[in-house]
Nanobody, 120 residues
Framework: QVQLVESGGGLVQAGGSLRLSCVAS????????MGWYRQAPGKQRELVAV???????NYADSVKGRFTISRDNAGNTVYLQMNSLKPEDTAVYYC??????????????WGQGTLVTVSS
C-alpha cells in the first residue's frame, strides 16, 4: 500500500503564489517519476508538470515559466511552486507518483486532490 498526502491548495488572487506538497508513504522500494495533474470543472484531467527521479522535468506549455516542480527523494516528497497564478489555473490539483514495489511491480498512485482557486 502506498499513500499520498497533498497539501497547500487554497484561494489566492491573480498574480499570487501557492506551493503544493505531496508526501508518499508506505511500502515503497523506489519512487520513479512524480508529477502534478489538474482538472478544471467540465474539463479533462491534464498534465501540469512531471519530474523524473534524476531531476529531468517537463511542463505543460500553459505553465512554463510560472510553475516549478521539484522533489526531495529522501523525503519522498514532490512540490509544485506556482507563481503568477491566473484564474484559468483554477482546478483540483492531483499528485501522481510511479513507484517500484518490493515485489518488483510498478504501482502508479494518485492523491486525493487539492483545490486551487484563483480569483480575478
Amino acid at each position: 500500500q502506498v499513500q499520498l498526502v497533498e497539501s497547500g491548495g487554497g484561494l489566492v488572487q491573480a498574480g499570487g503564489s501557492l506551493r503544493l506538497s505531496c508526501v508518499a508513504s508506505g511500502s515503497i522500494f523506489r519512487i520513479n517519476h512524480m508529477g502534478w495533474y489538474r482538472q478544471a470543472p467540465g474539463k479533462q484531467r491534464e498534465l501540469v508538470a512531471v519530474i523524473a527521479r534524476g531531476g529531468i522535468t517537463n511542463y505543460a506549455d500553459s505553465v512554463k515559466g510560472r510553475f516549478t516542480i521539484s522533489r526531495d527523494n529522501a523525503g519522498n516528497t514532490v512540490y509544485l511552486q506556482m507563481n503568477s497564478l491566473k484564474p484559468e489555473d483554477t482546478a483540483v490539483y492531483y499528485c501522481n507518483v510511479n513507484t517500484l514495489q518490493y515485489s518488483g511491480r510498478d504501482l502508479e498512485v494518485w492523491g486525493q486532490g487539492t483545490l486551487v482557486t484563483v480569483s480575478s
